[in-house]
């Protein structure tokens, strides 16, 4: 089982706070995990990325944690906008024997609340 | 930045006809092109990835003789989905990378709204 869960459908925040989304996955490897953004009939957009050698990257207003024992990536974007309303994808990458896996979560929409 | 785009943006059609759909990278050379699909409320799952010039490679359970992909150039993949049924309606997403890491940054196009009737 190589997935990744995002069990949160959906997540509402007011603007100005944090926004917390959240990935779990299973069997840990040598991994590459990465945030999209989705706006309604669009294409993913990339957001910030995060390798398993490290526990966090930071970039602007969004911050990827990566807690490894518990197989657990966040992503938090302070202050929340509204225009960060969109839905949330976690992808993880699995590299191995010259060729890659890749698997997306269901994803989380957010809505921030003006 | 890098800019990829889809055409036709949206398609309707009729049962057991087929239909192209085209991903271009306007602004760069893509070594290596993504095709996605997405249903409503589901996540965006992997069809196939395919190379400039060699056969494309299909994710488990996408059938290879339905989904026809070229590649004909290094800006240009084009997926034809043969004998449409109403289950194929879907959201179709490509991407576009300038290697063939996935660990390197996917350009995503627009995506293309098919539905068969």
């Known amino acids: 089982d190589q997935q990744v869960k995002q069990n949160s459908p959906s997540l509402s925040v007011q603007e100005g706070r944090i926004s917390i989304l959240n990935c779990d996955y299973t069997?840990?490897?040598?991994?590459?995990f990465l945030w999209y953004k989705k706006y309604p009939a669009e294409g993913p957009t990339f957001l910030i990325s995060i390798s398993s050698i490290k526990d966090k990257n930071e970039d602007g207003r969004f911050t990827v944690f990566l807690n490894k024992s518990a197989k657990h990536l966040s992503l938090h974007i302070v202050p929340s906008q509204p225009g960060d309303s969109a839905v949330y994808f976690c992808?993880?990458?699995?590299?191995?024997?010259?060729?890659?896996?890749?698997?997306f979560g269901k994803g989380t929409k957010l809505s921030v609340i003006p | 930045g890098a800019v990829v785009s889809q055409h036709p943006s949206r398609v309707i059609c009729k049962s057991g006809t087929s239909v192209k759909i085209e991903c271009r990278s306007l602004?760069?050379?893509?070594?290596?092109m993504f095709w996605y699909r997405q249903f409503p409320k589901q996540s965006l799952m992997l069809m196939a990835t395919?190379?400039?010039?060699?056969?494309?490679?299909?994710e488990q359970g996408v059938e290879k003789d339905k989904f026809l992909i070229n590649h004909a150039s290094l800006t240009l993949s084009t997926l034809t989905v043969t004998s449409a049924h109403p289950e194929d309606s879907s959201f179709y997403i490509c991407?576009?990378?300038?290697?063939?890491?996935?660990?390197?940054?996917?350009?995503f196009g627009p995506g293309t709204r098919l539905t068969v009737l």
């Open positions: 992808r993880r990458v699995i590299a191995g024997a010259g060729s890659y896996q890749l698997t």
């Open positions: 602004d760069f050379q893509a070594t290596t």
């Open positions: 395919s190379n400039e010039g060699s056969k494309a490679t299909y």
């Open positions: 069997n840990s490897m040598f991994d590459y």
């Open positions: 991407s576009a990378s300038t290697s063939g890491h996935l660990t390197d940054t996917q350009y």
